[in-house]
């Protein structure tokens, strides 16, 4: 009879000790099978646990079945008696023997199963790429992924259309047809035919573009690369500067913006005339059933529909690509247009919708919300793909103003954290227990509440990640602030960038002037999932 499973808060390590007993006993059930398989897979110290258990086991194993194997001592005299009959001995003391082996022989070839699944597993390819956005696009070997699911990691015909990529590692690649091409890693594309064009932020840094005549790698900047197979391939550089690296030419040549260089088929390089029309054609997302942007969309709970409380409610809709405006979608006298820098649209989390994309460092949306409070609920539908050395500014108040205001940001370490910063240099901070997932191109939402209870609280996809107690209620500032990023001032009437830039996505925005219940943020977050 094996043991009862542990509890849900179980360390990885109990966890694993309860699987492997219950594997060598004979009382894994399916269930439980593919949690021990999962965990083996993914954490490497629980693999070299796994293997050490594994070896024990059949250590003890082979000592206690031996004797049975060899049968019982005799003295010397008893070796020389003629040797009994088998036919003599009784069943029942044969039957230990034949039990230990069949179990023996069961225990390994379940083992054998195990360790096969995971080597299955972990040798699988995974996505490196999500699809951001189509346009007019079809795929000769298969149907393509829709915006927001990942791009499976093989090589794609690209027949016809335009498809845009997002990488793990932060780049944006626009692939237009005919084109053949492979994501080959979290940053890197390999390109056979037809034309690339790269955006990377500072953090995907090295990005690589492989051709068959040339390896392209970004220093920071966009660039496009062209493979034509009766030619060579063609770089044009359109901000900052790339790396060409090709057999034919001994040392790596710097292609700087507004500069472009041909490689030949024998790897070659020679200048070319640089072509900015490349750059000029953005991707515009079609949508089927577009949703106007009303007071229904994005969804909100009926506890919140109508609440005089919500202040603004930002994001959901559609578009058009060079809308430099971000429109609440509900009517409140502190509901302003938010003002968007460097706008950069892509499909958002449900059908039909838009997203702002950050990718760069000066990109930001201002709002000014007026007025002074003591409670508040931000939240908002968020992709962070990758976090930098300082915080990630989620809303951030303009510099250090007065009465105190509002910094909500995500931490180095993942965790959230809520400021209040008063002119006086007193500062009060919260941090949430535990971290939200790893950066990546999921969608997750975030919320943050403080008011009445005395607690601020954070969430992530509606589970609180931690609450920690307010001790004083001071009020705060909201607005003017920013979505996205923050600049402090350096001295008055001078801003400087902060570094403290999201990189990734924000789909939807929310302030409410009171503080929302676990329950109206769990419901948040479950709607229009």
């Not at 197979?229 to 550089?237: C, E, K, M, S």
């Amino acid at each position: 009879m094996s043991d009862p499973a542990p509890p849900p808060d179980a360390m990885p390590g109990d966890l694993l000790d309860a699987l492997l007993a219950d594997l060598f006993d004979g009382g894994l059930d399916a269930e439980r099978f593919r949690a021990l398989e999962a965990l083996v897979r993914d954490d490497p110290v629980a693999r070299r646990r796994y293997r050490r258990y594994v070896r024990l086991h059949a250590a003890l194993d082979s000592e206690l079945l031996h004797p049975l194997e060899r049968g019982p001592e005799v003295s010397p005299s008893a070796a020389v008696a003629p040797p009994r009959n088998s036919s003599n001995v009784a069943p029942q003391q044969r039957a230990p023997l034949r039990s230990a082996r069949v179990w023996r022989r069961s225990a390994w070839a379940l083992t054998l199963l195990l360790l096969g699944l995971l080597g299955i597993a972990m040798l699988a390819p995974r996505p490196h790429a999500m699809v951001i956005a189509v346009q007019d696009a079809e795929a000769a070997d298969g149907a393509l992924p829709l915006p927001g699911q990942p791009l499976a990691p093989r090589t794609w015909n690209l027949a016809r259309g335009t498809l845009h990529l997002r990488l793990h590692a932060g780049a944006s690649v626009i692939i237009r047809a005919p084109a053949t091409f492979a994501v080959t890693g979290a940053n890197a594309v390999s390109l056979t035919t037809g034309l690339a064009i790269a955006e990377v932020p500072h953090a995907a840094s090295g990005f690589v573009i492989a051709t068959p005549h040339a390896r392209v790698i970004d220093l920071g900047t966009a660039f496009s690369v062209a493979v034509e197979p009766r030619t060579g391939t063609a770089i044009h550089v359109l901000r900052g500067h790339v790396q060409v690296a090709t057999t034919g030419s001994p040392t790596p040549q710097h292609v700087q913006a507004g500069e472009a260089r041909a490689v030949s088929l024998a790897g070659q390089v020679t200048s070319a005339p640089f072509d900015a029309a490349i750059f000029a054609q953005p991707v515009v997302v079609p949508v089927a059933a577009p949703r106007s942007p009303t007071a229904s969309s994005p969804p909100v709970p009926g506890s919140l529909r109508g609440d005089p409380a919500l202040i603004g409610l930002y994001g959901g809709g559609v578009m058009p690509q060079t809308s430099d405006r971000w429109q609440s979608l509900i009517t409140s006298p502190s509901a302003g247009e938010a003002i968007i820098a460097h706008p950069s649209w892509v499909a958002g989390r449900l059908p039909g919708t838009q997203a702002l994309a950050f990718t760069r460092p000066d990109q930001h949306v201002r709002l000014d919300i007026p007025g002074t409070f003591t409670r508040v609920t931000l939240w908002a539908w968020v992709q962070v793909e990758s976090l930098g050395p300082e915080p990630t500014a989620l809303f951030a108040t303009d510099g250090w103003g007065s009465p105190p205001i509002v910094h909500w940001m995500c931490q180095p370490d993942g965790r959230l954290s809520f400021h209040l910063y008063a002119p006086s240099g007193r500062i009060w901070n919260w941090t949430s227990d535990r971290a939200m997932p790893a950066p990546s191109a999921r969608w997750h939402h975030l919320a943050v509440t403080c008011g009445d209870s005395g607690l601020v609280r954070f969430f992530c996809d509606g589970e609180l990640l931690g609450e920690q107690q307010q001790r004083h209620q001071v009020g705060f500032s909201i607005g003017p602030a920013q979505i996205g990023n923050w600049r402090a001032f350096a001295r008055p009437g001078v801003q400087r960038p902060s570094g403290r830039h999201l990189t990734g996505a924000v789909g939807e925005f929310g302030v409410v002037g009171r503080e929302a219940t676990i329950a109206e943020i769990r419901e948040l977050a479950d709607v229009g999932r």
